[in-house]
């Protein structure tokens, strides 16, 4: 079970207390009633379903009720950060907010000596 | 005496502190603490079982959770029963009843052993072969056939009625295992302060010092280093130590899930006490101190009962003070066993000789051998066995050929060498290396915040496995926040250094061999198995796995997994890393079912919601429906009424006179706020700036796609404040849906939403009498047509308490719908009832709703809509505004497909024959004599007799429906065809005058 | 009218009790309750207008008298008035842009008491209640088994556990439950 930083309560909580919202990222776009077909399609049905990063939606729908975004690495679960909807694509050359590297045994014996 | 072979002065068990148990009807004597494997060998009875396949005597092989062979059926009484217990694991309580499994008519004359004769059609993958064809020949033959055969125990009939818990706990460190690595460890974290959960399989700390009879730690012997340490932990504040507690599943972020058997080795437990807890962990460093699993020898007709482990034959002397045998043979590719036969020579027992596969046995073990006068036969090999219920004698031949020689023994303890333990670590999705040197696969690049010590890391040394723990410990400790506490130094000494190991099939089973050497014993695979699977083109691990099963039993192979892998990589010709290790998966050894559902059952296995009038509605004989978690008043059957009766009576008495029916679980959302009105406007396809403070609107949610979600009446209270209701089931996605938008999409907006579903009890009254009913008891709202016609909503109060007092209808008649703060609901009820019943009304329940309003063509969303819908579908073109410039769902509803001709549209259909009522789902076609496939025009989607109609009436998709009013259709069922007139969806009082009565 | 009797309230969980000598329950009496949306700009006045300072810190609370704020998200509050005071026309008062909605009978509330109530609440819950990270006055919306609850500790071995009328049969079943075991 995932355990998730939320933006907004600045703390970590079980997966249990939040949902997923799909990807993030994707504005509805202000002319609605005008675009094409090939823009809805894209807006609408088209993902890419990413083996790697992917930023996401979550609502802490359990808790304090807010949609959040999330970078997550799809193979390993990690999460490489959360931030509040409505800021921007963080850039993760940048040091993660969350989610540490993990530390090996072998990292840690070094620390040791 | 507890038992022939039990020794005195040997073990640690209290030789005054016995109980009583059956094995197959037969009672024995054990000592408390003992396990049933100990139990059976201290009575001398090795024989406990008969294998899955070939129906093979098997007998004891481990002294622990690995174990494959010793399944058991273990009963506390007949309710209390459960198949495929671990002997090994099962400790002994008075009172207990042990039978064997897998065997008939007895265990030692088994009728499936035939089986055995058969093997050469039971190779691995036969039954991917053998029961291909004829396809028929498969449920009426194979299938029971292999049912019966290939079985483990028989599942319990009667309901569990032991109960179960479930706790969520959070802790620092949580070390897994309480062998002296994880002793170690957790004494280090929590003298530095951290919170620490110790947890072990087995009923006491110790791990591998269970068997252990030569280490010192701290100046004391290794075991009671254990015991005095497990002690110290258990009295620290900052230390849970769990015993009896399995690590089974290591999820992601460090969520472990552990299973403590609380009551299963009680004679007679607290009625009170959970049979077992789940313990949900999240910890912030996890350490692995899971030790390592000792291999047998692959080598011919190895699975005779009285062959074992070597450590095992040592745990059972050790702890339990049990000999496995008179005369022992040891045959071995490692050091360790030599301390064996080294604790069986001194407690007594013969040692008939150490058979050593290897050349050079380690110098230290050979010495000691020698001077306990013990025959090592190094580079020699145990090629065959014999005996038929329980090994007899072993034949030993030099390695490469020659004359065997042989030996008589009553046990036979065997070593392969040890796997280290790396499930956990394997579950944590960390990555496995494989280390040449010492060919075994250790933990390698870590996926989690976990660290590995001692024997599943590979650390061998037992200072060094210390000292690894203790940095561990102190390590995990600090990096999870803890700062206090002094350093813990521990040294420690073995007394044999060990050497040695192998994988794969030993001297006699090799390549050129068709012997029945087993690698797998729960699933009955042998040596030759893998190699014939390699023949047959499966080159990669995973296809052997599935092909042969080897490691797919409950055991997940802990003994065979790297014995099949050797034997694989040498059929392929290839290095064993090459091949590759299957995955690991939770859980580490079995989980009962009630644990994993713990309180999850009766009452507490989903939330049953009831409505405040509920117990009134009970009180009146009301049948109950689910909808969603929602227990809802369905119909009201009067004395000798069945439903049918019951439903067509409630529609007439609405009708003509009046009904009371609960509404409370429609969805409600109050929309508050300045832009209330604005944001409406974008969730529904109607427009609501124009809608007037005590005026209701039906409304319609489209997705983006352009179909129907929801739909539900609206009623503005203020400018600034709506009250919004949802289907039942829509409530909590309609909610989460305008949520959606708010947030993302339309943050600007100054509104707030907020669920009031459960704060409103909701009392629908309809009918001619509605308002005859109600007025009385209303206050402050003026009922006449003129100032609350259809479609208003006012607040004042009724019965003396606040309402919100809604003039509108599903049903079609004159309708209200009286809002009342949840508590007074019931009261409320009472109180509309006792004016409605003297008129001649009913209460009415919701198969009598979705009658009424069929018989005014009101859909139900998700009835009468599938999630493919549109509004003009369903008729309701006029609720989608033209004017208003953005809804969810406007650039939906003119995709292509959306717009084309043909869609299926919502119609009515009127039978041709007025008694016939059509099947809900059934299928509409315009040809009955088309042949098959025959096009397909759409389906009924709701479909009832309508006594207010003297018919029945029914709506539907149907392809290009409005286009067909009045066209013949047909609807083909299994028995016959059922002609059809295409309607409008209005069948009861068309003008829709007596809404406005 | 007048001869019309007033309806008498049927509160939820009425004579329930229940729990284990680790953990008392008690069903909470009536009060009444608000949920609460504004902006930031707003707090300061529906403060003065409650009595009671809306909490702006996540997982707090402010309590006067028996009068209390539960902070629920970064624009919401769950206001509890245990003395059943008007408090949809204290917020009206406030005079600043909104959002009161009366759920004094949405909710309903069982009060979990003794050494054992942080085990009986982990029986379904999956926050970690240790006094350091859930210290008394902490409150947080969440989730017990399959009902969402608003958690508030009232004290170290006392917490108020909110929930739907509907589902507070089930919440109740499984703190029993919980209280059970944790007496273990």
């Not at chain 2, 859909?859 to 809509?865: A, F, K, R």
């Amino acid at each position: 079970m995932l355990l998730i930083y939320c933006p907004y309560c600045e703390e970590e909580r079980s997966e249990l207390e939040f949902r997923n919202g799909g990807d993030a990222h994707i504005a509805r776009p202000t002319n609605m009633a005008e675009i094409s077909d090939e823009e809805f399609e894209a807006y609408f049905f088209l993902r890419d379903n990413p083996k790697g990063v992917i930023f996401e939606r979550w609502r802490h729908v359990h808790g304090c009720g807010r949609f959040f975004n999330a970078a997550r690495d799809t193979i390993s679960d990690r999460f490489l950060t959360t931030y509040k909807a409505g800021e921007p694509k963080p850039d993760l050359n940048e040091k993660p907010k969350t989610g540490a590297e993990v530390e090996t045994y072998e990292a840690l014996e070094g620390a040791a000596q | 005496m507890s038992g022939v072979n039990r020794i005195s002065g040997a073990g640690r068990l209290t030789p005054a502190r016995s109980a009583r148990f059956t094995f197959d009807g037969r009672t024995l004597t054990a000592l408390e603490g003992d396990t049933v494997a100990s139990a059976l060998i201290a009575n001398d009875i090795h024989l406990v079982g008969r294998s899955f396949k070939y129906h093979r005597p098997r007998g004891i092989l481990s002294a622990g959770a690995e174990e494959p062979n010793a399944l058991l059926d273990v009963a506390r009484d007949a309710a209390r029963r459960q198949p495929n217990v671990r002997a090994t694991v099962q400790e002994v309580f008075d009172g207990m009843k042990v039978s064997s499994q897998n065997r008939w008519p007895s265990l030692a004359f088994d009728i499936g052993g035939f089986n055995d004769l058969l093997s050469p059609f039971f190779a691995a993958g036969f039954y991917y072969k053998t029961f291909m064809w004829p396809k028929a020949a498969w449920h009426k033959l194979y299938e029971p056939f292999i049912r019966r055969a290939a079985g483990l125990g028989v599942a319990p009939t009667e309901a569990d009625p032991d109960h179960y818990s479930s706790r969520y706990v959070h802790c620092d460190v949580l070390v897994v295992g309480a062998g002296i690595a994880g002793l170690a460890a957790a004494l280090a974290a929590a003298k530095a302060g951290a919170k620490v959960i110790l947890c072990d399989e087995q009923p006491g700390v110790g791990g591998a010092l269970h068997y252990d009879s030569g280490t010192v730690i701290d100046g004391k012997p290794g075991y009671d280093w254990a015991q005095a340490t497990g002690k110290a932990l258990a009295a620290m504040d900052n230390v849970t130590l769990l015993t009896r507690t399995t690590a089974f599943g290591y999820y992601n972020h460090n969520f472990v899930g552990l299973v403590e058997r609380v009551t299963d080795h009680l004679a007679s437990p607290e009625k009170s006490l959970p049979r077992e807890r789940l313990w949900q962990v999240r910890a912030k460093k996890v350490i692995l101190a899971n030790g390592a699993i000792e291999r047998h020898m692959v080598f011919a007709n190895n699975d005779r009962p009285g062959i074992m482990l070597a450590s095992a034959g040592r745990t059972y002397l050790n702890h339990f003070g049990v000999a496995v045998g008179k005369r022992v043979g040891v045959y071995t590719a490692h050091d360790s066993a030599y301390e064996a036969a080294f604790d069986l020579k001194k407690a007594g027992v013969t040692v008939a000789a150490i058979v050593d596969c290897r050349e050079k046995p380690g110098e230290a073990v050979l010495a000691k051998a020698r001077e306990l006068g013990i025959e090592v036969l190094a580079g020699h090999s145990v090629v065959n066995t014999t005996g038929k219920l329980r090994i007899a004698s072993i034949n030993v031949a030099r390695n490469g050929g020659g004359a065997s020689r042989k030996i008589a023994v009553d046990a036979l303890l065997v070593s392969a060498g040890w796997t280290p333990s790396v499930h956990l670590f394997s579950q944590s999705r960390g990555k496995v290396k494989f280390d040449a040197s010492t060919e075994r696969f250790l933990p390698g690049t870590y996926a989690q915040e976990c660290l590995s010590v001692g024997a599943c890391n590979g650390t061998d040394d037992l200072q060094a496995t210390i000292d690894e723990a203790l940095a561990a410990g102190e390590l995990a400790a600090r990096a999870a926040g803890a700062e206090g506490g002094a350093q813990v130094t521990l040294t420690g000494r073995n007394a044999f250094e060990w050497t040695g190991g192998m994988h794969g099939a030993a001297e006699g089973a090799g390549a050129d061999t068709t012997v029945k050497a087993f690698i797998d014993f729960q699933h009955d695979v042998c040596a030759k198995d893998i190699r014939l699977a390699v023949r047959e083109g499966m080159h990669s691990i995973e296809h052997i796995k599935r092909f042969t099963t080897n490691g797919m039993a409950s055991d997940q192979g802990k003994l065979s997994n790297m014995h099949g892998l050797a034997i694989a990589a040498e059929a392929l010709g290839k290095e064993i890393p090459a091949v590759g290790l299957t995955t690991f998966r939770q859980p580490y050894t079995p989980v009962t079912f009630g644990t994993i559902v713990s309180h999850s059952r009766g009452s507490l296995f989903d939330p049953a919601r009831k409505t405040p009038m509920h117990a009134w509605e009970e009180a009146h004989g009301a049948e109950f429906e689910d909808v969603g978690n929602w227990k809802r008043a369905w119909f009201y059957p009067q004395a000798g009424e069945d439903m049918h009766e019951a439903v067509a009576r409630e529609c007439k008495t609405v009708r003509d006179v009046a009904g009371v029916f609960d509404a409370s679980t429609l969805g409600k959302i109050e929309v508050v706020g300045p832009d209330a009105a604005k944001f409406l406007n974008l969730m529904y396809t109607n427009a609501w700036d124009n809608l007037k403070p005590g005026r209701c609107r039906y409304g319609i949610m489209l997705r983006e796609d352009g179909f129907i979600y929801d739909d539900g009446v609206v009623g503005r209270m203020a400018e600034d404040r709506f009250h919004v209701t949802t289907t039942t089931g829509g409530a909590p996605r309609v909610l989460q849906h305008m949520e959606d938008y708010l947030q993302t999409e339309f943050p600007h907006l100054k509104v707030w939403l907020t669920s009031t579903t459960e704060q409103w009890a909701v009392i629908a009254v309809q009918g001619p009498k509605a308002r005859e009913i109600i007025a009385p008891l209303v206050e402050g709202i003026d009922l006449s047509n003129g100032a609350f016609p259809h479609m208003s909503v006012a607040e004042g109060k009724i019965c003396g308490v606040p309402t919100r007092l809604f003039r509108m209808s599903f049903t079609g008649e004159l309708g209200f719908e009286v809002n009342v703060p949840a508590d007074y609901g019931q009261a409320v009820w009472e109180a509309i009832w006792a004016r409605a019943e003297p008129m001649g009304a009913c209460a009415y329940g919701t198969e009598t709703m979705h009658v009424l309003r069929a018989e005014k063509g009101y859909i139900i969303v998700g009835q009468d809509t599938d999630g493919t819908v549109t509004p003009h579908d369903a008729g309701l073109s006029w609720a989608v505004s033209k004017k208003k410039p953005d809804f969810v769902g406007i650039r939906g509803l003119t995709r292509p497909d959306l717009v084309k001709e043909g869609r299926k549209q919502l119609v009515g259909l009127l039978t041709k024959d007025p008694k016939v009522v059509l099947e809900e789902g059934a299928q509409i076609v315009a040809d009955p004599n088309e042949p098959k496939p025959m096009t397909m025009l759409g389906h009924v989607t709701s479909s009832y007799w309508s006594s207010n109609c003297g018919r029945s009436i029914a709506l539907a998709l149907v392809a290009g429906g409005q286009a067909r009013l009045g066209q013949t259709l047909y609807v083909p069922m299994a028995d016959r065809t059922i002609a059809v007139e295409v309607s409008d969806m209005v069948f009861f009082d068309k003008e829709g005058g007596r809404l406005h009565g | 009218m007048a001869d019309q009797a007033i309806a008498t309230r049927n509160v939820p969980l009425a004579g329930r009790r229940g729990g284990s000598p680790a953990a008392i329950l008690t069903p909470a009496d009536p009060a009444s309750r608000i949920a609460l949306r504004a902006g930031a700009e707003a707090v300061s006045a529906l403060s003065a207008a409650l009595g009671v300072t809306l909490p702006v810190r996540p997982k707090t609370s402010a309590s006067t008298g028996r009068r209390h704020a539960l902070w629920l998200g970064p624009d919401e509050w769950l206001v509890i008035d245990e003395d059943n005071a008007d408090l949809m026309a204290a917020a009206a008062s406030s005079g600043v842009v909104h959002s009161a909605v009366d759920v004094s009978h949405r909710n309903t509330a069982v009060i979990v008491s003794g050494p054992g109530a942080e085990v009986a609440i982990n029986s379904g819950c999956p926050q970690d209640l240790s006094l350091a990270i859930f210290p008394v006055g902490a409150c947080s919306r969440t989730i017990f088994g399959k009902a969402e609850i608003v958690l508030f500790r009232t004290a170290e071995d006392t917490f108020r556990v909110e929930c739907w009328r509907s589902f507070s049969p089930f919440v109740f079943g499984l703190l029993s439950e919980g209280a059970e075991d944790a007496a273990y």
